[in-house]
């Protein structure tokens, strides 16, 4: 499999992307195409000849002289920036030179460049970006993370579609339960959207589990979460702020009772596991949904470790042909409602 990397995509790039590149390499047979300037990806590659046989990894590199800068407007840089590392990523891809592209860069351009150049899956109203958040027992899919910040009731609908598929099939969840987000758990409770949005999803062919409120994303309610890109992007930012927190109150815990300070080699192991789970390096990064190719959006600030998983999250997006599947899906509902109407 080959999977195209923005290399100056993200806040550390190049140098977090080609180290992600290089332990991806390490760790499996699949080929990481770095696109981006030549000169700086081969000058990143030699910071690490001395640890690992750079000749041995399945590496190559694509020139791609520009680059679009975290702070551009998306829509303008994509089409300005036609030879930029991101957009030959998304080419790479619509040419099938490569089977997904990653790009931990300007997310808003990644959004962008996919629909310029592989376009929307047929009966897609608008794509979403579905990630991966941390629960109680395990994970569950929030989407949209901040592709679509006004959306319709259709909207919402399709990626409680999209998103349950890619549960079911990527995450490997029979029946995902799908629940709406809303300031209540009652029918009545909301606004205008998602009122609308409930109506729709009680009809819909997936497992819908009602309303959820904000509390019930780390409970576990859902296997899936479906909300506005501004809503989901504010749950993502916080969740990520309150574990960073929840963190630090550990260790300030431990620091202030010498008791409990001595017996740190003891607890080491499940605070291990605790920074694991709430890590977002470890889900590397969340697909964009609805668009006729697999394309990966990662973290801006992602290290070597995040850029690694997001390759590795484009892989097995693509082993399980979720484009296909959520085409199939969408052509049915797409069926369905016009036979309704």
Known sequence: MIIALDAMGGDFAPGSTVEGAVFAAKESEHKVVLVGPERLICKELLKHSKRYDLTSLNIDIVEAPEIIAMDEHPVKAVRKKKKS???VCAQLVRDGKADAFVSLGNSGAAMAAALFYLKRIEGVLRPAISTTFPTVNGSCIIADIGANVDCTPEYLLQFGIMSSLFCEKVVGIDRPRVGLVSIGEEPIKGNKVTLAAFELFKKADINFIGNIEGRDIPRAKADVVICDGFAGN????FGEG??????????????????????????????????????????GGAPLLGVNGICIIGHGSSNGKAVKNAIFAGVKTVKHDLAIEIKKAIARYSKESSGHG
């Open 242 to 283: 309150l574990a960073e927190m929840m963190l630090k109150l550990v260790r300030k815990g431990l620091r202030q009772h010498p008791v409990a300070w001595a017996s740190l080699p003891f607890l080491w192991s499940a605070i291990k596991d605790l920074r694991r789970k709430v890590d977002y390096s470890e889900f």
């Open 234 to 237: 504010i749950i993502l930012k």
């Open 85 to 87: 590392s991101l957009c």
